[in-house]
């Protein structure tokens, strides 16, 4: 069975600084997809980044962008230029048989 | 383009009381999904449907059915509402690998 293990629950930043958030994602798949979810305060699901496994080429949206280190099952997050509308729960989230499997999250608190 | 729709935003309910939430999707979507999502929690898949004509159960199914109306709508009913499904529902759709989309969610009490 497909796991997704965020092992940060909580993570702090200062503002205008760049951070990496953690997960991993066991599967016994060799094509899939991964996925990095934003939900601020107002508890809406927003999907931030997209990696599809066979890409050798990370993805990036703007200050969002992802390490995929496939053999090591890894798919960390880089925020560059953190702001304060970057504060939210992240959740880490692959694919499997119509389904996503999600982490548990990890809170990311911004410091002015 | 309204994406993933939800009705209502929230509700009241008395224990043992039943009622039905709606879900819309115009993204053409196949699949669509219902979550729940307890305070300080993260999402618990209720049900999901891969296709039109298809549902199958999640995590947590228990107390919920589901009806998958068309390509566009799924709906999710309680039947006896009891306190311990208090959440927050989320409604989602999703095709072949782009990801789930959410709508804004459902905030149920029920006392």
């Known amino acids: 069975a497909q796991t997704v293990t965020q092992s940060q629950p909580e993570m702090s930043v200062q503002e205008a600084e760049t951070v990496t958030l953690s997960c991993t994602y066991d599967?016994?798949?060799?094509?899939?997809?991964l996925f990095w979810y934003k939900q601020p305060p107002s508890r809406q699901m927003i999907l931030v980044i997209r990696q599809e496994a066979y890409k050798q080429q990370n993805a990036t949206e703007n200050r969002f962008s992802v390490n995929f280190q496939k053999a090591a099952k890894s798919f960390s997050l880089k925020i560059s230029d953190s702001q304060l509308g970057d504060a939210a729960m992240y959740f880490c989230?692959?694919?499997?048989?119509?389904?996503?499997?999600w982490g548990a999250g990890t809170k990311l608190i911004i410091k002015p | 383009n309204a994406g993933v729709t939800q009705t209502p935003k929230f509700q009241v309910l008395k224990t043992g009381q039943s009622m039905t939430l709606q879900c819309a999707q115009d993204?053409?979507?196949?699949?669509m999904y219902w979550y729940r999502q307890d305070p300080g929690m993260g999402l618990r898949l209720i049900y999901y449907s891969a296709s039109e004509g298809t549902t199958d159960k999640g995590e947590v199914p228990n107390g919920y059915n589901v009806s998958r109306l068309n390509k566009r709508e799924f709906s999710l009913r309680l039947e006896s509402a009891a306190p311990s499904q208090t959440s927050v529902y989320f409604c989602?759709?999703?095709?072949?690998?782009?990801?789930?989309?959410f709508g804004p969610g459902t905030r149920l009490t029920v006392l």
């Open positions: 989230a692959g694919d499997s048989n119509y389904q996503l499997i």
């Open positions: 993204m053409n979507h196949n699949s």
């Open positions: 989602a759709s999703s095709y072949q690998g782009l990801g789930e989309f």
């Open positions: 599967t016994s798949e060799s094509d899939y997809y």
